[in-house]
């Protein structure tokens, strides 16, 4: 029975939440994915090294989460870098939807992972995320439905 109740008192001292960028997953390499994008690639090393050091323990008890966010909306901002992804958006994909999500639903789910550590949704789990897929057609008629 003692060993009953010292597992049920047991919890993993914290959760640490890393919000990285969305690069996809295979079966062959699943969420550890290099990737030629400099930028993206140091998040890769850097998932990879909190993998590493959580499966290691280094005694003591901690998990992760790792996120994986897609185009961020923020992106969009009013300002010359906007305009030039906007231009981006619309001459690039040519009509293709773009998987996009607002810095609001990455937090949102960044603070349910730290709330709630112990759920199998959150503890040593890895999770892409993407709040809307739009083409630039539909994003630029909200904008204006919105805004003008
Ligand atoms: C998985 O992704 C990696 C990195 O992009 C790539 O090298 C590999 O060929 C992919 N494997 C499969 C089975 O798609
Ligand atoms: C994950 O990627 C890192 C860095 O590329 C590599 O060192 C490590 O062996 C990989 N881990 C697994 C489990 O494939
Ligand atoms: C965005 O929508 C507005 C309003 O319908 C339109 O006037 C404008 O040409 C559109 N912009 C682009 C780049 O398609």
Redesign the pocket.
Known sequence: MRHVSLMLLWKPAFNIVLSSVDRGHNST??F?R?CRVPVWNTK??I??HL??RIAAGDGKPCTYTIIGPVFSLDNLAPNFFGRLTATWWDSFLQGKPLRVIDTMDVGNFAAQALLDPTSPRFANAEVNLAGDVLTFDQANKTFYQRSC
């Open positions: 390499e699943g550890n290099s890769h090393h998932e990879a993998r590493q």
